[in-house]
């Protein structure tokens, strides 16, 4: 079955600076992995999405994410953190058929001023 | 604009009574998903449907049930509720076919059953 691992539950980082949020994925066949967002009392809202092809996926926000297959990550950025970033993040992955999502325990941002 | 709703927004229940959460959609999807949020665990998959009289269990089935009439609608049920079903309750639907598509959320229901 598959499962994904956000290893940090939460991360701080000043206005500006560069943000880097971890994402493991364990699936046996070719990933479709997503990243979300949830603002507080929210829905989640999609960032952005890998099915195939280049491997450096670009989304809204400026936020961009990489693929490796060799390390079975999907790791989102963000080169300049706007203090609008703070939220929770969401990694996903979805089955070949279906569409179904297996989400990770996500990721909450501060984000200091 | 196709959007994704959901009512109530928030709910207070007591321990033993049936309730039901809606779902509605307005870009005509097949797909359609429960889950429930709570801290520790992410978003868990509690039963989805892929088209009309279509339902299926997902990962914590126990205690909820779902039906599908029409295409617009997928209803979440708590046949008996319990604290342990406390939650935050997300629905969502995708397009369906080859391949894998984006799921929209709807903005939440706040279960509490006290």
């Known amino acids: 079955a598959q499962s994904v691992t956000q290893p940090d539950i939460h991360i701080t980082v000043s206005e500006g600076a560069s943000l880097e949020l971890r994402c493991n994925y364990s699936y046996g066949a070719t990933p479709y992995l997503f990243w979300y967002v949830q603002s507080p009392g929210q829905g989640l809202q999609l960032l952005l999405k890998y099915f195939s092809g280049d491997t450096l996926v670009q989304g809204i926000k400026g936020f961009e994410a990489e693929f490796k297959r060799s390390q079975s990550s999907f790791n989102l950025r963000k080169p300049s953190v706007h203090w609008s970033d703070a939220a929770e993040y969401f990694c996903a992955v979805a089955t070949g058929g279906g569409n179904k999502l297996t989400f990770g325990t996500g990721t909450q941002l501060k984000v200091e001023l | 604009d196709a959007e994704i709703t959901q009512s109530p927004r928030h709910k207070i229940t007591e321990t033993g009574r049936q309730v039901t959460l809606a779902c509605h959609q307005t870009?005509?999807?097949?797909?359609m998903f429960w889950y429930r949020q709570d801290l520790g665990h992410g978003l868990r998959l509690i039963h989805y449907s892929y088209g009309v009289q279509d339902t299926n269990k997902g990962e914590v089935s126990d205690g909820y049930s779902v039906s599908r009439s029409n295409t617009e609608d997928l209803p979440l049920t708590l046949e008996s509720a319990a604290s342990s079903q406390t939650s935050v309750y997300f629905c969502?639907?995708?397009?369906?076919?080859?391949?894998?598509?984006?799921?929209?959320f709807g903005p939440g229901t706040r279960l509490t059953v006290t």
């Open positions: 969502a639907s995708s397009e369906s076919g080859l391949g894998v598509f984006e799921q929209y």
């Open positions: 870009w005509n999807h097949n797909n």
